[in-house]
């Protein structure tokens, strides 16, 4: 029977130390690799042991699991074979390619393995002082300004009558467009938390009130960024 081995990657590359050696024993237990991103998961191997034979696998590049990835998904389990998938960052099936990937194993009775590794969205709730015991990851919010206007009002008065965190991203070089929208239209009282590139070297997880945050407005132009909001 195949194992699946679900793989954690670094969030930032000078942060090696966020991975448990016993991930890359998994990695060594396995015939082929499905990746969000063939190059990035190669120099990631290879920065954590340079012993790895990256060319020994067989490769599988996770377009949005079309039909012929999960063909060769299920080729892999047919002939037995250990399997890992790896995002390009974080972990896979959290806010990441791979779920699909891992239904089909369910369906198929594999043995999957979640192993431990940074989650940017866990660690920025850990540290945001929000409501850890009722959150909710909401991806990215609507790019039409309009939309994403009536998104964070929604969010904001779900997040007041649930007493609830909710939690987003947005692509790196919207991140000022998103905290400006957040200012604008949150109350003052609101609860805003920013992760800065987090487990990098240039961390920095903060939060305050919209109020706040508008005498001092950080600068998040393409850096990797996690938003949290409790009303």
Request: overall charge neutral.
């Amino acid at each position: 029977m195949s194992t699946v081995y679900l793989i954690p990657c670094f969030l930032a590359e000078d942060a090696k130390e966020t991975i448990p050696p016993y991930v890359i024993d998994a990695v060594k237990k396995c015939e082929v690799i499905f990746a969000e991103n063939e190059r990035t998961t190669r120099r990631f191997l290879k920065a954590m042991d340079n012993t790895i034979v990256i060319d020994n696998f067989e490769w599988h590049t996770i377009h949005k699991a079309e039909a012929e990835q999960i063909s060769h998904f299920k080729n892999a389990i047919t002939n037995k074979k250990n399997i890992a998938i790896i995002s390009e960052a974080g972990c896979p099936g959290i806010a990441d390619p791979g779920q699909v990937l891992i239904a089909v194993a369910q369906e198929m009775k594999c043995v999957i393995k979640p192993l431990v590794g940074p989650s940017s969205i866990l660690l920025a709730l850990m540290a945001s002082g929000l409501n850890g015991q009722q959150f909710e990851f909401v991806g990215y919010l609507p790019i039409d300004n309009t939309e994403r206007i009536k998104k964070i009002k929604s969010l904001e008065a779900e997040s007041s009558r649930n007493n609830s965190t909710k939690i987003f991203i947005e692509t790196p070089y919207r991140n000022n467009q998103l905290l400006e929208a957040l200012l604008q239209h949150c109350d003052g009282k609101t609860k805003i938390c920013i992760g800065v590139d987090i487990t990098g070297k240039n961390e920095r997880i903060e939060t305050r009130s919209a109020n706040a945050w508008k005498q001092q407005k950080p600068e998040l132009h393409k850096i990797p960024v996690i938003f949290l909001l409790q009303a």
